[in-house]
């Protein structure tokens, strides 16, 4: 069965500077996607970024990128330019590619902003 | 842009009693999912619908059923409530019949519906 790990339960960055939450998962497909979903304390799922795992160029967004390394089943995110409103419950999720597939989240790292 | 309409967003039940939750896609997403996040705890799945037919299942109660209607909205029934079933509903849509478009497999989230059993 696929798993996604997080294994950083709670984060800290300062505002302006630079974060990477790290994620790993395990599966035995070749072809899957993977996310990285934010829960601000309003608790709305909201999709940061998405990678497709045939693609082997990162995938970015304004300031968050991601460092895929497939070989190694790792996922991480990277954070620039922290604001105090990137402050939330941040998910990796996996999905199988093809129709109607469920999402596999981690277990979710909270981040924290300092001013 | 309009998203996935969840209702009602806040439901407080007894012990026993019956739940219907309501979720809307987004137009012309064929697909839904429901998902269960307990306090503290990440989303789990509990079941999808794809063109109105059930597609994948997951950890979902027998207590529970789900269907997808003609106008493709979704509702999620909950029988013989438990204190256990205390948690926010979450239903995403997804257009599944575009996966080559690049947009595929993406969920949409709604807001959730929070219940909590007294």
């Known amino acids: 069965a696929q798993t996604v790990t997080q294994s950083q339960p709670e984060m800290s960055v300062q505002e302006a500077e630079t974060v990477t939450l790290s994620c790993t998962y395990d599966t035995s497909e070749s072809d899957y996607y993977l996310f990285w979903y934010k829960q601000p304390p309003s608790r709305q799922m909201i999709l940061v970024i998405r990678q497709e795992a045939y693609k082997q160029q990162n995938a970015t967004e304004n300031r968050f990128s991601v460092n895929f390394q497939k070989a190694a089943k790792s996922f991480s995110l990277k954070i620039s330019d922290s604001q105090l409103g990137d402050a939330a419950m941040y998910f990796c999720?996996?999905?199988?590619?093809?129709?109607?597939?469920?999402?596999?989240f981690g277990t979710g790292t909270l981040l924290a902003v300092q001013p | 842009a309009a998203g996935v309409i969840q209702s009602p967003r806040h439901l407080i039940k007894e012990k026993r009693e019956t739940a219907t939750l309501k979720c809307y896609p987004i137009?012309?997403?064929?697909?839904v999912y429901w998902y269960q996040q307990g306090p503290g705890q990440d989303p789990q799945f509990l079941i999808s619908f794809y063109e109105k037919m059930q597609s994948d299942k997951g950890s979902i109660p027998d207590r529970f059923s789900a269907q997808q209607f003609s106008d493709y909205h979704s509702e999620l029934n909950m029988s013989s409530l438990e204190l256990g079933d205390s948690a926010l509903y979450f239903c995403?849509?997804?257009?599944?019949?575009?996966?080559?478009?690049?947009?595929?497999?993406?969920?949409?989230f709604g807001a959730g519906t929070r219940l909590s059993v007294l």
């Open positions: 995403a849509s997804s257009l599944t019949r575009q996966l080559t478009s690049g947009r595929g497999n993406i969920q949409y």
């Open positions: 137009p012309r997403h064929d697909t």
């Open positions: 999720a996996y999905t199988e590619n093809g129709a109607t597939n469920k999402l596999i």
